[in-house]
Nanobody
Framework: QVHLVESGGGLVQAGRSLRLSCAAS????????MGWYRQAPGKQRELVAT???????NYAESVRGRFTISGDNAKNTVYLQMNSLKPGDTAVYYC???????????????????WGQGTQVTVSS
């Protein structure tokens, strides 16, 4: 159906920056919301930031002012600019999308949520 591919993760020193990208592909009619979640070892997956197709954004308090989410609706792509990274930001970051898809065989539409495979972000002190 829909495939989300993240990129941009890696190992970085505290205080430095990384930019994550996520591109959605498939039989996409529209994307209502795309965003980023993260899961640290021993922790639940938590929201980092989301962006609607109308460009409204939502941030976790822990990243507000440091992270910026942006996107390109025409490319079904979302970005996460992460500045002033801290060791506490270390986690697997997952792209998420709320997508309306088209089944070309049946001409039916379906709204569903999809997840990427995750990309590791490690911040060293």
């Amino acid at each position: 159906q829909v495939h989300l591919v993240e990129s941009g993760g890696g190992l970085v020193q505290a205080g430095r920056s990384l930019r994550l990208s996520c591109a959605a592909s498939g039989s996409i009619a529209s994307i209502n919301v795309m965003g980023w979640y993260r899961q640290a070892p021993g922790k639940q997956r938590e929201l980092v930031a989301t962006r609607s197709s109308g460009s409204s954004t939502n941030y976790a308090e822990s990243v507000r002012g440091r992270f910026t989410i942006s996107g390109d609706n025409a490319k079904n792509t979302v970005y996460l600019q992460m500045n002033s990274l801290k060791p506490g930001d270390t986690a697997v970051y997952y792209c998420h999308a709320d997508v309306t898809t088209i089944n070309h065989a049946t001409s039916k539409i379906l709204r569903a949520e999809y997840w990427g495979q995750g990309t590791q972000v490690t911040v060293s002190s």
